[in-house]
């Protein structure tokens, strides 16, 4: 659970994102959106762009990257079919919003980080929020975190070029990734299961993401 820190004055807004962007538009795991009607979004934006927190388009946060706009992070996460025993591996800590609302959805949220900074910014706001079943590292996404491994599911927050082969060998057998793919133009959610050690990928809906750094071949 999140901890009370004080008063919430977006209590509202954040409800009005959950029922206008989210049930909306097709999301119907209530874990998912009472996950997201209580992490505090704004908790994890610069002052400046507080206001428009529970809006529905991303936000710049440090180190040149963004916070999803919430409605691709809800469909990201229910694509994925968590439950209350699933471990995950997130790639692309980012400024831990996502990584908040998947401590809220499984049993523990392993998080890799390119940038030291976005790394150490993310665990000190999850900690300070009373959040304690995530484990965030700094290191290369796309090798993922093969002592962790396998996961139940996978949640890549940066476009590869192709599904890097390391975080598929890191998914469990019949378990789920997604993950955007493309250059920045031509982007699309993939969703990667693993039946019979092989990949079976659904094509998803467009989308935008900031480049995954990484190399090596396509599964």
Request: with cysteine.
């Amino acid at each position: 659970m999140v901890a009370e820190l004080q008063p919430d004055r977006f209590a509202v807004e954040r409800q009005h994102m959950v029922e206008t962007q989210l049930s909306a538009r097709g999301i119907r795991d209530q874990r998912l959106l009472d996950a997201m009607a209580s992490i505090p979004r704004h908790e994890f934006v610069e002052a400046r762009y507080r206001n428009q927190a529970y809006e529905d388009h991303p936000l710049p946060i440090a180190a040149g990257q963004t916070i999803s706009q919430p409605y691709i992070v809800a469909l990201m996460l229910d694509l994925l079919h968590l439950e209350p025993s699933s471990k995950v591996l997130e790639i692309g800590t980012g400024s831990g919003y996502q990584t908040a609302v998947l401590t809220q959805l499984a049993t523990h949220v392993y998080s890799v980080e390119r940038h030291p900074e976005l790394a150490r910014q993310a665990a000190d706001t999850l900690s300070r929020l009373g959040l304690t079943n995530f484990t965030v590292v700094t290191g290369d996404g796309s090798r993922g975190l093969a002592q962790y491994a396998p996961f139940d599911a996978i949640v890549v927050s940066a476009a590869a070029s192709q599904v890097p082969p390391a975080l598929f060998e890191q998914l469990r057998e019949g378990g789920r990734m997604i993950i955007p793919v493309g250059p920045p133009e031509a982007q699309e959610l993939q969703l990667v299961r693993k039946q019979g050690g092989k990949a079976v990928i659904a094509l998803r809906e467009g989308c935008r993401f900031v480049p995954l750094i990484s190399g090596g071949d396509s599964v």
